[in-house]
């Protein structure tokens, strides 16, 4: 039943977006004004026509962005007038943005590497240098670093993330803090986040943090999409906008790579906010799971359930600190995820450059978009009290973001996970007398 009716989806959609593979020639972003929810609804619908939604948006707030290619600028931004959408051009070359990017990132590796080595938070640092990066602190800190390799994604990489602890994970009156990033190959400033994280509580604890050491055992996972990331950086003006996994069944398309891990989960994986062509950037997968890279980190939340407080998937782009459920009904906690989400961005936002929204913080579903099967929801639902999606600053530049935001984006963004840590060791706290 399952089978006959995606068969049926993909014979209607493959002549619909064709191959995933381009370069970015006739490329545009353009800006919408929205002025409500229904506005908003009907830019993720233009998703099933190819277009690539950079930015949601929020009705009287804040402006959608939509990436066309040349074959549909004409039809989408003509339906856009039919809705009486009010729309701007944000960025009239995207080809020469990409180009643009390379040569910011070239000069940036250069002059720093002339000057200081860069650490591989400082920058957007490859597979192999985050690798070395995670080996050499676990190698130097054996007392509180614990490197684990959960497995290999679909092309063959080892898949490893940090346990960090002063008790070696077995104090139980702990809560766990679990990070992950760039589950979203292009979504580069999201490592660096992760690794400096790992800086701050191993390399460069500072006295004001000793807490988050000693009464918080971390499990941080900077790379939870290797192949994908490693693609986008490989051409970076044809593959940088690359989004998923990068695993290929001739079975399923004989074109196009790849399933969105974070519509890879369960709970009601398939249903909404996907779609279900092998070529889209919101393809789900073949089933739930199919990726090995989501198996990962279920099995991840799985193995420590018992004591992870909060799950902590970091995005970009957008300010946005949002929880579950996807299909907008809200977890029964919700009042407190929206305690714990507001603190993180009431201490990040006054440090956040005149480039940068507020943080905003929501229900994923009701402030952006509708979902299924993405990791925040699944941690929720199999009982992660703190379960949610942190989007970080695109600075005007969307997933382009230059490399000389990254040293503050690292330092705002921890401020945020600091104060979600602290929380999640108080409700820990009052979650451990109440069941005992
Ligand atoms: C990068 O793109 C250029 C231009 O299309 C192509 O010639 C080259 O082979 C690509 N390189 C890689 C490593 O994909
Ligand atoms: C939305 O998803 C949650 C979590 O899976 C579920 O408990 C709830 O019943 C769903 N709501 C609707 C309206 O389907």
New binding site residues.
Partial sequence: MCRFSLGLVLVLFSAVSGEQQHDYKGYSVHGVKLQNRADQRFIQTLESKGVDVWNYGHPLDRDALIMLSPEIRTEVLDELDERDLTHYLHLANVEEALKKHEEEINEWKSTNSRNSRLFPFQDYSRYAEIDAYLERVAAEHPDIVTLVNAGKSFEGRDIKYVKISTTNFKDSSKPIYFMDAAMHAREWVTPPVALYSIHRLVENLRDQDKDLLENIDWIILPLANPDGYEFSHENVTENRMWRGTRSFNPEVSATCYGADINRNFE??WGTIGVVHDPCSLLYPGSEAFSEPETRIIRDIMLEHLDRIQIYMDMHSYGNWVTF??????LPDNAVHLQFVGSAMGASMDPLKLPEADLYKVGNSALTMYVTSGCGQ?FG??IGIPFSFTLELPGYGFGFLVPPRFIEHMNSESWEGIATSARLSRTYYSARMRSES
């Avoid at 579950?324 to 009904?329: A, D, L, P, Q, S």
């Fill in positions: 709970p009601f579950g459920f996807g299909n907008e009904t929801d929720q639902t």
